[in-house]
């Protein structure tokens, strides 16, 4: 029930064995997650934080990258694909991580752009899709990152009531410069 969910919350209550199974089913979890005494952290605070560190302009500071993936590399093991707060996070040590040593931790950022699209975080996915295609055209040739681009512009067209200009020139721009390259001048 709702209270005596409030009730293990506020540690007014402790749940049965079968209780414990009930909460991992429902949160999709190991029961150990629930059992292990892990350090709760203000991912909030923590996100407000990194975030004021990321750069604005398109200068790249490696002091800079590295002192954000340091902020939180000692929180990635407690992260999960449960909260906006923790996707961002994590998606903001796999870029930092990318920008100090060329090297995407893929499957977490894998993972933090499916979460975007599967909860209508429209916004970040697409500036998580433009990411990765730009480290894809540093690491192969523009025909081989066309369909990649397309697929991008095609979930911005079809979510665009959801969007801001700025979002959807990006996307549209940055199909244009993939076209272009790949010789497609007509398209691009």
Not at 116 to 121: I, V
Not at 169 to 182: F, L, P
Request: proline content about 3%; glycine content about 2%; aromatic content about 12%.
């Amino acid at each position: 029930s709702y209270s005596l969910i409030s009730q293990i919350e506020n540690n007014k209550a402790n749940p049965s064995m079968d209780t414990l199974n009930i909460i991992a089913a429902k949160l999709q979890l190991p029961i150990s997650d629930l059992l292990s005494e892990k350090q709760l952290i203000d991912v909030k605070a923590v996100l407000k934080s990194v975030e004021s560190l990321w750069p604005t302009n398109y200068e790249r500071d490696i002091e800079v990258y590295k002192n954000i993936q340091q902020n939180i590399a000692s929180y990635i093991p407690q992260l999960t694909f449960h909260s906006y707060e923790e996707v961002r996070l994590i998606e903001l040590y796999c870029m930092s991580t990318y920008y100090v040593t060329r090297e995407l931790p893929f499957e977490q950022f894998s993972e933090a752009l499916q979460f975007y699209k599967q909860f209508g975080h429209v916004g970040r996915a697409l500036k998580a899709s433009l990411f990765f295609i730009q480290i894809e055209l540093q690491q192969k040739p523009y025909e081989q990152v066309l369909t990649a681009v397309e697929a991008v512009a095609t979930y911005a067209q079809k979510h665009k009531h959801m969007l801001d200009a700025m979002q959807l020139i990006d996307v549209y721009y940055m199909k244009a410069v993939v076209e272009s390259g790949a010789g497609n001048y007509e398209e691009a």
